[in-house]
């Protein structure tokens, strides 16, 4: 059985720093391309960022570039998302899901496994 697993989520004042993580079970971590998307109240799921298998590639929202950092430790089949100069804008929850084929990673439609979602909300 497939299971992500995201945690790392929290209350966060403006400015301020989380690292989210997504812990990958029932799959060779190493196989899965992974995305991390997030979905605010009243608004679709938007896609935030994605890394390659063997971390060769990354992609980055525009609203992310420059504060959001994607990585992965194939060996503890982890996947990280570290968030830098937070901003109310950024409160959602936060999902990483898996796919095989590392194209068109922008469409939440092509990722096969979901983890349940994390928390987070950036507010003063």
């Known amino acids: 059985q497939v299971q992500l697993v995201e945690s790392g989520g929290g209350l966060v004042q403006p400015v301020g720093s989380l690292r989210l993580s997504c812990a990958a079970s029932?799959?060779?971590?190493?196989?899965?391309?992974i995305g991390w998307f997030r979905q605010a109240p009243g608004k679709e799921r938007e896609f935030v960022a994605s890394i390659s298998r063997a971390s060769v590639v990354t992609n980055y929202a525009d609203s992310v570039k420059g504060r959001f950092t994607i990585s992965r430790d194939n060996a503890n089949s982890t996947v990280y998302l570290q968030m830098n100069s937070l901003k109310p804008e950024d409160t959602a929850v936060y999902y990483c899901?898996?796919?095989?084929?590392?194209?068109?990673?922008?469409?939440?439609?092509?990722?096969?496994?979901w983890g349940q979602g994390t928390q987070v909300t950036v507010s003063s």
């Open positions: 029932g799959i060779i971590s190493d196989d899965y391309n």
């Open positions: 899901a898996a796919r095989g084929a590392y194209t068109n990673v922008v469409d939440s439609r092509g990722y096969n496994y």
